[in-house]
């Protein structure tokens, strides 16, 4: 069911997540299948196809309980230190009040404006201009900024930015994607594992099954090569599963932080700074999929997880009355300021210092008899 409007996408993104729990299982249930059959393929000399068949499923509904057991641990560790490994590989922490107050009284009045719970806010040491949410409920929410935000952006732009993450937060994006994360991880395990194995059994039954060709008159040859396709096709389908999250996720944030905001001129120019300068050098795809603008672009735009920022300005400006600036220079970083030299040793005035270089005074003053100028 489409998503036409802010309800039904939140509602659509808790179907969404749902479903997507459910093929996780399903890709891990497939990869199991696959290494059993690829076992009894290396195992089992010159035998039929419908016997290694038969043979693998035996295998499988035996592994079964390990494998569910593997992905529901799989998840518990990505629920509980998913934001760890984040950090780690943004180089993200989190900030308090005092170590950055201009973000911290941004974001906790835009929480206050609207009741909302206020997330924890972090920062990322890179240059690079982008912001990202994480987080799978109240307690773990976070947003995080890059310090080349912070530095480009003016209050009403960064406002605007923090605006943009607590609707993702809000409309349940954020979970999503943890969520599509966790289902990436998850099947580049299992898949590397099952080649591991495969690997391994080749190499430790290559001298045992050396006798020739005998082996490829049963169905083991069939049985390898319809394993590994079960292991492409499952990890083609991780990769769509999370290719296949709308993109309109991000016009509904925009759309969002004008609502939070009420300066739709602000969003625009946030976008136009951060256009072609978000690039996180560290991290992976995942993450960088979480952010307010990917510039990492898939084949012929069709694996694009966000639309362009020319197509979300255009949007601001029809809905949102926005005026567009085009894209924006940013200007270069000040220079430090040059230390001025030292006054003449004379003083400020530039006087010759007297001798032994300690000031005096004049035996009698300059006008008069006293310090009004006129004698009594």
């Known amino acids: 069911m489409a998503a036409y409007g802010l309800y039904t996408h939140i509602q659509s993104n808790k179907r969404r997540s749902i479903a997507l729990l459910i093929g996780l299982f399903f890709l891990v249930y497939v990869l199991v299948f696959a290494g059993a059959l690829l076992a009894e393929a290396l195992s089992t000399n010159n035998a039929p196809l419908d016997y290694l068949i038969n043979a693998a499923v035996y295998d499988f509904v035996k592994a079964l309980p390990f494998a569910t057991v593997g992905a529901i641990v799989w998840i518990l560790v990505a629920y509980r230190f998913h934001q760890a490994m984040i950090d780690a590989v943004t180089g993200a922490h989190e900030v308090s009040r005092t170590e950055e107050p201009r973000l911290y009284n941004l974001l906790e009045n835009l929480c206050i404006s609207r009741g909302i719970t206020m997330p924890k806010l972090r920062v990322a040491d890179d240059d690079a201009l982008n912001a990202f949410a994480t987080g799978l409920n109240d307690k773990q929410y976070s947003i995080t900024v890059t310090r080349g935000l912070t530095n480009a952006l003016n209050d009403q732009e960064m406002e605007a930015v923090l605006g943009h993450e607590l609707t993702h937060i809000r409309n349940g994006d954020v979970r999503m994607l943890v969520i599509a994360v966790v289902i990436a991880g998850v099947i580049s395990f299992f898949g590397e594992l099952v080649f591991r194995l495969f690997f391994q059994n080749a190499m430790w039954g290559g001298g045992r099954r050396s006798s020739g060709s005998s082996d490829k008159k049963g169905g083991a040859g069939v049985a390898i090569v319809i394993a590994i396709a079960l292991i492409v096709v499952a ?84 809905f949102a009355g926005g005026h567009d600036p085009g894209p924006l220079a940013l200007a270069a970083p000040e220079e430090p300021a040059q230390i001025e030299s030292a006054p003449p040793a004379g003083g400020p005035w530039g006087g010759a210092a007297p001798e032994g270089g300690k000031p005096s005074l004049p035996g009698v003053p300059p006008i008069g008899g006293g310090p009004w100028g006129s004698e009594r």
């Open 235 to 318: 990890w083609l389908l991780s990769i769509v599963i999370r290719f296949a999250l709308s993109r309109q996720r991000e016009y509904l944030a925009d759309s969002g932080s004008v609502e939070l905001t009420k300066n739709s001129d602000a969003m625009i120019s946030a976008l136009r700074k951060i256009e072609g300068r978000g690039e996180l050098t560290h991290a992976n795809s995942a993450v960088m999929e979480m952010c307010i603008d990917n510039p990492r672009e898939g084949f012929s735009n069709v694996f694009d997880t966000h639309p362009s920022v020319d197509a979300r300005v255009a949007a601001l400006v029809k």
